[in-house]
């Protein structure tokens, strides 16, 4: 009896010591892969979630003869007022009447200055995108991390849907800090290159479109990001229609986060993974990711194994 006691007691010491050590690789792993993430992320480039292209065009400001019809006092009679405060009769409105109003006008559309102008935005008529991902696993200390180098190419069609010509001026959103675009271009239907102006985070240019007239538009690039590549707008609910996604990825075990559509068919041919996205017409606020497989780090099994270690120590009670 106190021998199988002696034995209890250094089991239970090991096992404490085993359970201390597994606790100090488990804290120490996360710590420094944490730390390790951050700057394998500053080096390759973070997640990328790419935004569809948007477009918007702006209604005229309002000239003169076309102001707000002021309602008259009790017995009168309407008169409209132009822009410079003069009524339909030819008597001028009281001084700082007509300017006021306008902007009221211009402030309701969300013009600080005044000036009568509104964006409506013009949706997407058609998505055909390839995108081509290539996995490359990068050890950064003693971890190792998913990286991969994208190269994305979008063909996205609008359409005036007004019965007078516009100007639609078209945005691409680019994705953020630490983002390498490599032989980013803007092609127009012609297959010309469209002088796109880069500014806050976007790439836009601006066509004039006939009265129903329908446009196509590509836009190519090459990158480079971590873990995980997603599609799709980042907030709200969007309307797609007539959707197309093809991507290709060099490695066959891939997955598809929580919270994200799945493609509408896939297969495996050899080492390629390939798979689409196709809709003619859906409403949907999640995006579409593909999430890279991760190579196992020896932090997570050296973890495991020591939290077992104990459970070999038991065969003592029946030896």
């Known amino acids: 009896m106190r021998r199988l006691l002696a034995i209890g007691f250094i089991w239970l010491c ?44 702006q209604e005229p400001p309002s000239t003169a003869g076309e102001g707000p019809v002021t309602e008259p006092p009790s017995g009168g009679t309407a008169v409209a007022e132009d822009a410079h405060g003069v009524d339909e009769t030819g ?27 509104a964006q409506t935005a013009v949706l997407l008529d058609g998505s055909d995108i390839e995108v081509a991902l290539e996995l490359e696993h990068r050890k950064k200390g003693l971890l190792w991390f998913s990286t ?14 007004t019965k007078v010509q516009r100007d639609i001026t078209m945005r691409f959103p680019l994705v953020g800090e630490g983002v390498v675009y490599d032989a980013f271009k803007v092609l127009d239907p012609e297959g010309q290159l469209v002088d796109a102006k880069i500014a806050e985070g976007t790439a836009s240019w601006t066509h004039a479109f006939a009265p129903g007239e329908r446009r196509q538009y590509q836009v190519v690039y090459r990158s480079r990001g971590t873990t995980r590549w997603t599609y799709g707008a980042p907030t709200g609910t969007s309307k797609i229609k007539d959707f197309r996604l093809r991507a290709t990825v060099n490695v066959a075990d891939v997955d598809f986060p929580a919270g994200t559509v799945s493609p509408s068919s896939h297969q495996v041919d050899g080492d390629l993974w390939r798979g689409e996205w196709a809709f003619d017409s859906l409403v949907s606020s999640a995006p579409i990711a593909i999430e890279l497989p991760k190579k196992l780090n020896p932090g997570p099994i050296a973890a495991r194994i020591t939290f077992f270690a104990p459970v070999s120590l038991l065969f003592f009670f029946f030896v």
Do not use: M
């Open 14 to 57: 090991c096992a404490i010591a085993w359970l201390v050590l597994g606790t100090t690789v488990v804290v120490r792993t996360g710590d420094k892969s944490s730390d390790l993430r951050g700057e394998v992320r500053l080096l390759w480039g973070p997640e990328i979630v790419q935004a569809p292209a948007q477009a918007y065009y």
């Open 91 to 117: 008597d001028r409105a009281p001084a700082g009447a007509a300017s006021e109003t306008t902007a009221v006008a211009g402030q309701a559309l969300g013009d600080p200055q005044g000036v009568a102008v």
């Open 148 to 161: 991969y180098g994208v190269d994305f190419s979008a063909h996205y069609a609008f359409a005036n849907p």
